[in-house]
């Protein structure tokens, strides 16, 4: 089956513009998402110097069969290391782009880098990213490719002693939460929680943590000084959570997809939020701080107001030139789930022209407080709208600044392909998980690929489960030809979050 090939109105390479050749030389992007969970593959290492506290790290128990525990490495590899870096490779152009194998081969056959190629192939051939594979991050070959600097997604452990555009202390700074309420944006008021201190060694401990120096968790049966300052860190942080008025919302450090981030609305979700922070995200997030990241303070935690009865959910997605210079990419109303994790974006064509105008002066302050701090790339900030009384005007609370390459990116570029040469005037983006092949969902959908409605920008056939990962944009006529549309997906595959 041929389908129509994919235009796109531009690219992070036409967006970098010169910089793609600048004081840095020849960059190319890594796209791969780190866990501090787990380690993604036997090729990419867990991140323990730079804490993400996603949806995997928050839904994991602290002890959990090896057969879960596998399975569960798997799924975060096909997303961390295939599904997200060829959907931010797909709006990349012709530049390189580094992804890592979710099975660790490497190899010009590994099944991985087949399925990137499959869905780079969706995009006209000068649109389409050079795709350099590799088994894990130390198997970069920088000068054989033509490679001088490295653009990181977000902070990788085994990224370290890399050449960086952006160095790994300040790619995770900017895109933390206590910067954000720090910054002087405009963004909900807030209180942090920081830790004051860290654990001290194993070897410092009871002979419980000496036979166990390389868990990564204090053992729940210390005798000695570390279990007891574990048992005390928790205690005040449970209790500053009990003392916030309600309703508010808690937010860790670092967060991606909505992990990890907690609206609380009633006693009841107070008393769920220190269970699972008492049994789940505490004892493996404060026991990770030590002497190589206390600096970075991954372990605060962010207290704020909640935005009562927001008007809108926004994402905003733009592109930071090295001059300081802000590029409007779009606007996009965000789809969340009863957990608050984001899995999708709507976006309106027509509406563009006077969102551009609505967006600009936020989009230019934000902007300016990236620039002060040497950023340049594409960047998203997710913000609520809120009515201030009649006949006043709305006023914009930014929620969460995602300084990278955002969900919602390719929404933006899709204007030409959807609603200039195709009447699509509407369209949205997410992520699914289904019982078929690429080819068979193809086949199922057919009239809507060759028509060009759907376009995959992501995609991981599993074949050990039979379960597929894709990420879609959909386009429709109009709102409700879109929510017919989705349905119908919807029908065969289940929306899925990261």
Same mark, same amino acid.
Not at 42 to 62: D, I, M, P
Not at 342 to 349: F, P, R
Not at 437 to 450: L, N
């Given at each position: 089956?041929?389908?129509?090939?994919?235009?796109?109105?531009?690219? @992070?390479?036409? =967006?970098?513009?010169?910089?793609?050749?600048?004081?840095?030389?020849?960059?190319?992007?890594?796209?791969?998402?780190?866990?501090?969970?787990?380690?993604?593959?036997?090729?990419?290492?867990?991140?323990?110097?730079?804490?993400?506290?996603?949806?995997?790290?928050?839904?994991?128990?602290?002890?959990?069969?090896?057969?879960?525990?596998?399975?569960?490495?798997?799924?975060?590899?096909?997303?961390? @290391?295939?599904?997200?870096?060829?959907?931010?490779?797909?709006?990349?152009?012709? #530049?390189?782009? +580094? /992804?890592?194998?979710?099975?660790?081969?490497?190899?010009?056959?590994?099944?991985?880098?087949?399925?990137?190629?499959?869905? %780079?192939?969706?995009?006209?051939?000068?649109?389409?990213?050079?795709?350099? *594979?590799?088994?894990?991050?130390?198997?970069?070959?920088?000068?054989?490719?033509? /490679?001088?600097?490295?653009?990181?997604?977000?902070?990788? &452990?085994?990224?370290?002693?890399?050449?960086?555009?952006?160095?790994?202390?300040?790619?995770?700074? =900017?895109?933390?939460?206590?910067?954000?309420?720090?910054?002087? @944006?405009?963004?909900?008021?807030?209180?942090?929680?920081? =830790?004051? &201190?860290?654990?001290? !060694?194993?070897?410092?401990?009871?002979?419980?943590?000496?036979?166990?120096?390389?868990?990564?968790?204090?053992?729940?049966?210390?005798?000695?000084?570390?279990?007891?300052?574990?048992?005390?860190?928790?205690?005040?942080?449970?209790?500053?959570?009990?003392?916030?008025?309600?309703?508010?919302?808690?937010?860790?450090?670092?967060?991606?997809?909505?992990?990890?981030?907690?609206?609380?609305?009633?006693?009841?979700?107070?008393?769920?939020?220190?269970?699972?922070?008492? $049994?789940?995200?505490?004892?493996?997030?404060?026991?990770?701080?030590?002497?190589?990241?206390?600096?970075?303070?991954?372990?605060?935690?962010?207290?704020?107001? #909640?935005?009562?009865?927001?008007?809108?959910?926004?994402?905003?997605?733009?592109?930071?030139?090295?001059?300081?210079?802000?590029?409007?990419?779009?606007? $996009?109303?965000?789809?969340?789930?009863?957990?608050?994790?984001? /899995?999708?974006?709507?976006?309106? *064509?027509?509406?563009?022209?006077?969102?551009?105008?609505?967006?600009?002066? +936020?989009?230019?302050?934000?902007?300016?407080?990236?620039?002060?701090?040497?950023?340049?790339?594409?960047?998203?900030?997710?913000?609520?709208?809120?009515?201030?009384?009649?006949? %006043?005007?709305? $006023? #914009?609370?930014?929620?969460?600044?995602?300084?990278?390459?955002?969900?919602?990116?390719?929404?933006?570029?899709?204007?030409?392909?959807?609603?200039?040469?195709?009447?699509?005037?509407?369209?949205?983006?997410?992520?699914?998980?289904?019982?078929?092949?690429?080819?068979?969902? /193809?086949? $199922?959908?057919?009239?809507?690929?060759?028509?060009?409605?759907?376009?995959?920008?992501?995609?991981?056939?599993?074949?050990?489960?039979?379960?597929?990962?894709?990420?879609?944009?959909?386009?429709?006529?109009?709102?409700?030809?879109?929510?017919?549309?989705?349905?119908?997906?919807?029908? =065969? !595959?289940?929306? #899925?979050?990261?």
């Amino acid at each position: 089956m041929r389908l129509p090939q994919v235009t796109l109105d531009t690219t @992070l390479k036409e =967006l970098y513009g010169n910089s793609v050749h600048g004081p840095e030389g020849r960059i190319a992007l890594v796209q791969s998402v780190g866990c501090t969970e787990l380690a993604p593959s036997s090729k990419v290492g867990r991140n323990s110097k730079y804490l993400y506290v996603e949806s995997t790290f928050c839904s994991t128990a602290l002890k959990c069969s090896r057969e879960e525990r596998t399975e569960i490495q798997r799924t975060v590899a096909i997303k961390f @290391l295939s599904l997200i870096p060829q959907r931010d490779a797909f709006c990349a152009g012709n #530049m390189p782009i +580094i /992804i890592f194998d979710p099975d660790g081969s490497g190899k010009e056959t590994a099944h991985g880098k087949v399925e990137a190629k499959k869905t %780079m192939s969706n995009l006209t051939a000068d649109q389409r990213s050079k795709i350099l *594979y590799f088994a894990g991050p130390k198997d970069i070959s920088m000068e054989a490719n033509g /490679i001088d600097s490295l653009v990181a997604r977000l902070a990788l &452990d085994d990224l370290e002693g890399y050449p960086l555009v952006i160095d790994l202390d300040t790619n995770y700074f =900017l895109n933390s939460k206590l910067a954000l309420s720090e910054s002087g @944006l405009p963004s909900p008021k807030s209180v942090s929680l920081e =830790l004051k &201190d860290f654990s001290p !060694a194993p070897t410092e401990c009871c002979a419980v943590c000496m036979s166990r120096d390389g868990e990564v968790v204090i053992p729940d049966d210390c005798t000695g000084v570390r279990g007891r300052w574990l048992k005390n860190r928790i205690r005040d942080i449970l209790d500053h959570v009990s003392a916030q008025p309600i309703p508010f919302v808690l937010k860790n450090q670092q967060t991606f997809g909505g992990g990890g981030t907690f609206k609380v609305s009633s006693r009841k979700d107070v008393a769920d939020l220190k269970a699972l922070l008492s $049994t789940r995200i505490l004892p493996k997030l404060l026991s990770g701080v030590g002497p190589s990241n206390a600096h970075l303070k991954p372990a605060t935690l962010i207290l704020s107001e #909640m935005v009562q009865d927001p008007i809108c959910d926004w994402g905003l997605t733009f592109f930071v030139r090295r001059s300081g210079q802000c590029v409007y990419l779009s606007a $996009t109303q965000q789809i969340l789930d009863p957990t608050n994790a984001w /899995i999708g974006s709507n976006i309106s *064509y027509p509406a563009q022209d006077q969102l551009r105008q609505k967006f600009t002066p +936020i989009m230019l302050e934000i902007g300016a407080w990236l620039h002060s701090y040497g950023y340049f790339g594409p960047c998203g900030a997710d913000m609520l709208e809120e009515a201030q009384g009649d006949h %006043m005007p709305t $006023t #914009m609370k930014i929620v969460d600044l995602n300084v990278r390459t955002s969900g919602s990116l390719t929404l933006g570029l899709l204007k030409g392909h959807f609603s200039e040469q195709r009447g699509l005037h509407h369209a949205t983006c997410f992520a699914i998980s289904v019982d078929m092949t690429r080819e068979s969902f /193809i086949e $199922t959908f057919e009239a809507d690929f060759t028509d060009g409605r759907i376009v995959i920008i992501g995609w991981y056939d599993d074949v050990p489960s039979g379960t597929s990962y894709g990420y879609l944009v959909v386009g429709a006529t109009d709102e409700e030809d879109l929510g017919r549309r989705v349905a119908g997906v919807k029908k =065969l !595959a289940s929306v #899925m979050h990261f």
